[in-house]
């Protein structure tokens, strides 16, 4: 095995895998390593299918971990930008690096790329402006923003072909990569970055001793929300600097395509954003799936959360969509994902394990819905593993309330949208670490130590931490 490398990169998710991908487009001469802690993308098969219920794959999740990271089972929704807009509403925070104009033609390249490995050419968004306008009006009344992108959408089982695709790609083309391997540890010294101690994924959970180490000066950590834990570990045990971050607490909502019939139609996905209610706390509704599929995703510690897809074959008759509640915090408690992870522990033993869910009716009503109660519930739960309950056991007030005012300034704009039968499931909770610091080219504080993608904090999205990938690449060629 070769011990050293110009660069490694830790995770291969779409921000890794996009570096690795520019690296080669531009003929580099630079030696890359990418270290993933699951399999490659045509061994990643979720059982859950087939065992009716999650069975917490060992030694990692098949849909967090992986080539492609958690790109591999999403819903392939890539979200573009308006032309005539500032802003970019949606996937993090590139922009306050290198400026929206520069995100933008990074976005219409990395499309370009997704569009030559197979990505559908339609643009979902872009042909009922005058129907958007309208609900967005309706929208503003109600203290609700309507966030009206193009989307290309490119369906679970399409983004795992696609990946595959590039996975060949990179591989024929120079990209060292090793799978099923952690990056257990950096090794720095006086404050720069001289490489990385590996070991299996097997030996990393059997809590092994052993290690090898692999050397480089220059490593990213692209490691996404599933590494967001490995990654507060590492800014302390190493003194990488951080900035103080933000959970995203929420439920995912299930509903009758027929009541989110416009929105599909117009918009493929209807981003509402808002501070309505007692708190006005930010509250918005996120990764949005017509016809789609509830599912479940097992983080660090054995957390099951929720999240959700579609398919672009395969079609069921409910929507299914996140509604998240961002919660910041600074003094004297600063520890967003310790947050986040009670909230998830409590709720997992509410259901015994599985994710909880009750119907929008009964939460209104003070009561935990009932097993018989949710087999005649006119709308049917695509998540077939997930236990009735109370998600107000476990979930905070405040959240709670947060949503359950979302949920009814929304019914405004989009009647049925507070239907008692809707179900909501939790927890659905969005880990990032704390925010790392980093310099306009990702440079965290250690010298040769950079950071991108969903895992820093830096974006929130397939298309963003794409996009992370390519320009990191690009810095990297530049400060050879
Ligand atoms: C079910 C689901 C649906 C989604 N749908 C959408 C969607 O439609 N549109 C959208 O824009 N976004 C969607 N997302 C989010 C999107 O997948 C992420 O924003 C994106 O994958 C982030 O890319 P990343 O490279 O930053 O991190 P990730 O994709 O999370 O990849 C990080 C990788 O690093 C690996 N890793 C972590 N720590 C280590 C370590 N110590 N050693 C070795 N390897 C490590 C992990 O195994 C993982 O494979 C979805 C996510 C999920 C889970």
């Known amino acids: 095995m070769n011990k050293n ?32 802690q699951g399999k490659s993308v045509d061994k990643r098969v979720c059982p859950i299918e087939k065992a009716g219920k999650c069975v917490h794959c060992k030694p990692m999740c098949n849909i967090t971990c992986g080539f492609s990271g958690a790109g591999a089972f999403s819903d392939g929704k890539l979200s573009l930008y308006n032309k005539s807009d500032d802003d970019l509403h949606v996937g993090g925070i590139l922009h306050e690096y290198i400026g929206v104009d520069n995100t933008k033609k990074l976005i219409d390249y990395t499309d370009q790329i997704y569009l030559k490995f197979g990505a559908d050419k339609h643009l979902e968004g872009t042909e009922y402006k005058d129907e958007v306008e309208k609900i967005s009006k309706k929208a503003k009344k109600e203290n609700l923003t309507l966030i009206d992108i193009p989307i290309r959408h490119l369906g679970t089982e399409k983004s795992h072909e696609l990946y595959y695709k590039i996975q060949k790609y990179l591989l024929e083309n120079g990209i060292d990569i090793m799978f099923e391997t952690v990056v257990k540890d950096l090794i720095v010294e006086n404050n720069e970055i001289k490489g990385v101690k590996v070991q299996s994924s097997q030996d990393y959970v059997d809590l092994k001793e052993e290690y090898e180490e692999i050397y480089s000066d220059k490593v990213v950590l692209a490691v996404g929300r599933k590494g967001a834990n490995w990654l507060v570990d590492m800014c302390n045990a190493h003194d990488i600097k951080t900035e103080s971050g933000v959970v995203d607490v929420g439920i995912r909502y299930e509903l009758p395509d027929k009541i989110m019939e416009k929105i599909n139609k117009y918009m493929y996905e209807g981003k509402l954003v808002g501070r309505v209610g007692t708190f006005r706390d930010k509250v918005r509704t996120f990764c949005q799936n017509p016809s789609g599929f509830v599912s479940t995703e097992v983080y660090d510690n054995n957390i099951t959360l929720v999240n959700g897809h579609s398919y672009k074959e395969k079609k069921s008759t409910n929507t299914n969509l996140a509604i998240l509640v961002s919660h910041n915090f600074s003094s004297p408690f600063n520890k967003p994902i310790d947050y986040g992870r009670n909230i998830a522990k409590n709720l997992n033993e509410i259901g015994a394990g599985k994710i909880v869910v009750q119907r929008f009716g009964d939460i209104r009503r003070g009561k935990r819905t009932w097993k018989e109660e949710l087999d005649n519930n006119s709308v049917v739960p695509t998540l077939k593993d997930a236990e009735p309950g109370d998600l107000t056991f476990a979930m905070p007030y405040r959240t709670m309330k947060d949503i359950i005012d979302f949920i009814e300034s929304v019914d405004k704009v989009i009647e049925g949208f507070a239907a008692p039968d809707n179900l909501l499931y939790g927890p659905e909770i969005k880990f990032y670490s704390n925010k790392v610091k980093i310099t306009n080219d990702f440079e965290t504080s250690v010298k040769g130590l950079y950071s991108i993608g969903d895992g820093g904090g830096m974006t929130r999205g397939l298309m963003m931490a794409s996009c992370s990938g390519v320009q990191m690449a690009r810095i990297l060629e530049k400060n050879k």
Do not use: R, T
Not at 19 to 30: D, G, T, W
């Open 5 to 36: 490398y110009d660069v490694i990169v830790v995770g291969a998710g779409p921000s890794a895998v996009f570096l690795a991908y520019e690296i080669v487009a531009m003929n580099s001469k630079k030696k890359v390593l990418l270290i993933e």
